[in-house]
């Protein structure tokens, strides 16, 4: 019996940790970010308090969402993120979006979201979307959900899992997401593992694709555009 119980506790402490990776709840009606360190105040989830007395509605406030970012870089795409960068008042609140907009055949290219949900809203245009499950048993592949998104179609995409929007038609599109974080960070994959600085070990990263060095240094040598912006 008493194995049993130690078997539980043990299992109810992983089930807690794992609920508290995810954004705290508040424990007051707001806590603003402020972006000085040397501010003074209480770090809740990484950002600073701002006094509440102190706070005012613009706080709370962003605009320019109605417009359409940049789309003539070579991906063809551009993410207006509205996290708690933008919004200081969201620190805490657990909630994020993001205007997404792309020229024909635009995309944004696979990547993660470390700390994030995703729940996509097509406005205008056509777009291919997919997520890959995270590895799965021996001598099994990852599975590819993928869906073909028209206006008013929504897609979620799970926490963590590599995903991608691409737009096959050939007119402009647009959609908007929200993210169940403040802050849901962005890990672009090519970007990343290409891109780094200083850079991965070409023979590292050849072993991991199974091609040659040369392959690798051609892909390292070359710029790696970003498509989000705040």
């Known amino acids: 019996m008493a194995f049993r119980f130690h078997i539980a506790a043990a299992i109810l402490a992983l089930v807690f940790t794992m609920v508290r990776a995810s954004d705290p709840s508040p424990l007051q009606d707001f806590c603003v970010a402020v972006p000085d360190a040397n501010a003074g105040g209480v770090f809740v989830n990484g950002k600073i308090c701002k006094d509440p007395k102190l706070v005012e509605p613009e706080d709370f406030f962003f605009q320019g969402l109605n417009k359409p970012g940049s789309i003539s870089k070579p991906l063809g795409s551009n993410v207006t993120q509205v996290n708690v960068n933008q919004i200081p008042g969201l620190n805490t609140l657990g909630v994020s979006l993001a205007r997404l907009d792309f020229a024909p055949y635009g995309l944004n290219p696979p990547h993660i979201h470390p700390r ?102 051609k892909l390292q040598s070359q710029f790696w555009w970003d498509n989000n912006y705040p």
Request: charged share 15%.
């Open 116 to 217: 994030a949900t995703e729940v996509l809203f097509v406005l205008e245009g056509t777009l291919l979307v997919g997520f890959v499950t995270s590895n799965p048993g021996m001598n099994m592949k990852n599975k590819l959900f993928t869906k073909v998104l028209n206006p008013g179609d929504v897609f979620v995409f799970p926490q963590g899992l590599i995903h991608f929007q691409f737009n096959q038609g050939e007119t402009d599109a647009v959609a908007f997401a929200g993210f169940g974080s403040q802050n849901p960070g962005v890990i672009t994959i090519a970007n990343a593992v290409f891109g780094s600085d200083p850079p991965i070990s070409p023979d590292v990263l050849a072993k991991a694709f199974q091609v040659g060095n040369d392959v690798i240094k």
